[in-house]
């Protein structure tokens, strides 16, 4: 049984409000947005933007830049992503979207995929060597093109060709490039990442303690599970490498557990204007559940896998973010041009304004021309949100 190594003194004291927009900005929700970072500068500052099968209004990788910058194109951040070889995909804290200079620092999680095998799908002789021969002689293809995906059954009866070159993917050997049609494209990581990253190969300990500080400067602040989380690592892996990760010890007022900070986030107060803007339910803002209730006081969860009857939300609520706060949710859907608030719920009459710009903005992004709301749970602000968005 792991112990929990001690912890220093805290270096600074942060009140809960201190915190929390500490925490916003790491996230890139206080300030004028980065314009000329754009896109790829988003998922710098990030280090990782999830992906999902999902789309409602638009997958969640579009609504994370699009919650940061405003209206930016959605083939902006499709090419900004997979152009150049700027990013790659792989296992962070889901199926993530990572920046290409991030790729050494995944090398002790390729090597435990190598020494530990994910999934016990069996592979017949020679489908690994055949789909990386194929990718080296044809170039980037998807499983359809490697020889289909699918072995005819049930969704997760995966091919030998799909299994191969998923297996190649998270060793290393193959990288994910883009998605051409929601498909993974596949090419050689010797072909797709720049030498100077392929070749750096990190030990372990460096790649832990790289991906806790980077962690840390994206939260800002957080606890050790709240750091641990966002690129899924161990608690026993974050406490191996905390004291050496650049990253200080901190007390946050309310909160019941240590807490460190990158340096930078508390070298100057949090200043600027606050985003008003609806949430993908998969946004690192609000990825750690208790992290989430803990800065704001919202209890937030994706309701799209449990089972209608059961739902309280809807099937893809999105929070919506407002001076700093969040105010409530709402789960759209999209009728031709028209974008229906299918279910609404606020916190208060506060929050009707906010919940009226936010709407107006994301259908006029997704290219729809009128809101209608179906459902507000506080049957009071009905008509002043329909008032508000007419």
């Not at 270096?11 to 201190?18: F, G, H, I, M, N």
Request: net charge neutral; glycine share 8%.
């Amino acid at each position: 049984m792991s112990t929990v190594p001690p912890v220093p003194p805290a270096t600074a004291e942060l009140s809960a409000d201190e915190a929390r927009r500490i925490a916003l900005r790491a996230q890139g929700f206080i300030g004028a947005p980065d314009r000329k970072g754009g896109v790829r500068g988003v998922l710098r500052h990030l280090g990782a933007v999830q992906l999902d099968t999902i789309s409602v209004l638009a997958r969640s990788h579009e609504l994370i830049p699009y919650a940061r910058l405003g209206a930016v194109g959605r083939g902006t951040v499709e090419d900004a992503y997979w152009t150049e070889t700027h990013a790659f995909e792989y296992w962070s804290h889901a199926a993530c979207i990572l920046p290409v200079e991030e790729w050494p620092h995944f090398a002790f999680r390729r090597r435990a995929y190598r020494d530990h095998p994910h999934w016990g799908h069996e592979l017949p002789d020679g489908a690994y060597d055949a789909v990386v021969k194929q990718l080296r002689a044809e170039g980037p293809l998807t499983a359809t093109e490697l020889g289909g995906a699918k072995n005819g059954g049930e969704w997760w009866d995966w091919s030998a060709s799909k299994v191969a070159v998923e297996r190649a993917l998270m060793h290393g050997e193959v990288v994910c490039t883009e998605r051409r049609g929601w498909k993974r494209v596949y090419d050689l990581a010797e072909r797709a990442i720049p030498d100077a990253l392929l070749h750096d190969e990190l030990d372990d300990r460096e790649c832990l303690r790289r991906l806790v500080r980077l962690a840390g400067q994206s939260l800002g602040v957080g606890t050790r599970a709240d750091i641990a989380d966002y690129h899924r690592l161990k608690a026993e892996q974050f406490d191996t490498v905390v004291a050496d990760s650049g990253l200080v010890p901190v007390r946050v007022e309310g909160w019941d557990r240590p807490a460190w900070a990158d340096p930078g986030a508390l070298a100057s107060e949090p200043r600027g204007r606050h985003r008003t803007t609806l949430l993908s339910p998969f946004d690192s803002l609000v990825w750690e559940r208790a992290r989430t209730e803990r800065i704001f006081g919202f209890t937030h969860r994706l309701e799209a896998y449990v089972p209608k009857p059961k739902r309280v939300y809807g099937y893809f609520a999105m929070p919506l973010l407002s001076g700093g706060r969040l105010l409530g949710r709402v789960d759209p859907a999209r009728e031709g041009t028209t974008l229906v608030a299918r279910q609404v719920s606020l916190e208060g009459p506060k929050a009707v304004g906010p919940m009226a710009k936010a709407l107006r903005e994301a259908a006029e992004w997704v290219g729809c021309d009128s809101v209608r709301v179906e459902r507000v749970d506080h049957p009071g602000l009905a008509a002043p949100l329909v008032a508000a968005l007419d």
